[in-house]
């Protein structure tokens, strides 16, 4: 840290607080800065863009992506990493508990909840956490992943009648062609 003609002249006037000054200012200048952000010889050469993710990806994604996949089927490694980022994400899943402030209405929800949670999967082969891992794998191996909500006829025979499916967002067009804001698009058909 460099000295400023006001150090200087409390040094000068006192060396004991123009030490405590240092010191202090030192301290405040480690708590009020990113390593990253530091300039220094190790990152004079380091060349950064001030564009969002997407831009810098740009036309890369789908070879990415691509690469992604095949490192997770193909490569032990890979799949190992996968398999860990959707377990320290999910863990044994996440479970919402009612709070309405109510008691026995929360004990109503959370009840029903546990019926569809086993029949919440769309295409009837996970349960709710399950659900969870598999949203969150998708997400690491090609970089998103699509939720679909989809409202049942009574006559499917379901306790709740709603249910959930997980893709992968490759190749999938979003409903009804709209753009998607901070990755969500929906549509008003049902």
């Given amino acids: 840290m460099e000295s400023n003609w006001i150090d200087k002249a409390v040094a000068w006037l006192s060396p004991e607080s123009a030490f ?7 301290a405040l200048e480690v708590l009020s800065s990113y390593d990253g952000a530091r300039t220094g010889r190790r990152t004079e050469n380091w060349r950064t863009t001030g564009s969002d993710p997407n831009a810098t990806i740009g036309s890369d994604l789908d070879r990415l992506i691509q690469r992604s996949r095949d490192l997770i089927r193909n490569d ?3 799949t190992r990493i996968a ?3 959707a377990n ?8 919402p508990q009612a709070d309405t402030g109510d ?10 909840f546990k019926f569809w949670s086993e029949e919440c999967d ?3 082969q996970l349960d709710f956490w399950g659900l969870q891992h598999l949203g969150v794998r998708s997400i690491v191996e090609s970089g998103a ?3 679909r909500s989809r409202r049942r006829r009574s006559s499917d025979g379901l306790r709740v009648p709603y249910q959930k499916s997980i893709t992968s967002t ?4 979003n409903p009804g062609g709209k753009p998607a804001t901070r990755g969500r698009a929906s549509n008003s058909t049902r």
Avoid: M, Q
Avoid at 20 to 26: G, I, M, S, V
Avoid at 88 to 95: D, E, F, L, Q, W
């Fill in 20 to 26: 405590k000054r240092l010191r202090y200012r030192a």
């Fill in 76 to 78: 032990p490694h890979g």
């Fill in 83 to 85: 398999s860990v980022i």
């Fill in 88 to 95: 320290s994400a999910v863990g044994t899943g996440i479970t």
């Fill in 103 to 112: 008691p026995g209405t929360d004990e109503i929800i959370n009840e029903e």
């Fill in 122 to 124: 769309a295409e009837g």
């Fill in 145 to 147: 992943s699509l939720s």
């Fill in 170 to 173: 490759v190749g999938k067009k």
